[in-house]
């Protein structure tokens, strides 16, 4: 089993940044690739960003590719987000996710998810 807990999410104006960040426990973090999810009000789930467990790989949405990044450090069992050049179409709640030695885009790639985290963009 695999615990994921999110945190860094808030309220910010549009252009601003915040620093998402997802530490997880139990089984070994660097056996999972790790993808970041967000849900609007309304509507699904959709995928940000993921990367592969060695951090070697990564991926985004065209919504949100040049603005934010994506990392892990296997030694702290933490995923980050970078955002940045945040928009008001960016409030959401972000979650992270966790598959065994894999990666995908869909929800229902993912094993494991953490309880979500609010960021809100205002203009």
């Known amino acids: 089993q695999v615990q994921l807990v999110e945190s860094g999410g808030g309220l910010v104006q549009a252009g601003g940044s915040l620093r998402l960040s997802c530490t997880t426990s139990g089984r070994t973090f660097s056996s999972y690739g790790m993808g970041w999810f967000r849900q609007a009000p309304g509507k699904e789930r959709e995928f940000v960003a993921a990367?592969?467990?060695?951090?070697?790989?990564?991926y985004y949405a065209d919504s949100v590719k040049g603005r934010f990044t994506i990392s892990r450090d296997n030694a702290k069992n933490t995923v980050y987000l970078q955002m940045n050049s945040l928009k008001p179409e960016d409030t959401a709640v972000y979650y992270c996710?966790?598959?065994?030695?894999?990666?995908?885009?869909?929800?229902?790639?993912?094993?494991?998810w953490g309880q979500g985290t609010q960021v809100t963009v205002s203009s």
């Open positions: 990367i592969s467990w060695s951090g070697g790989n990564t």
């Open positions: 996710a966790a598959k065994f030695y894999g990666l995908g885009n869909s929800r229902y790639d993912y094993d494991y």
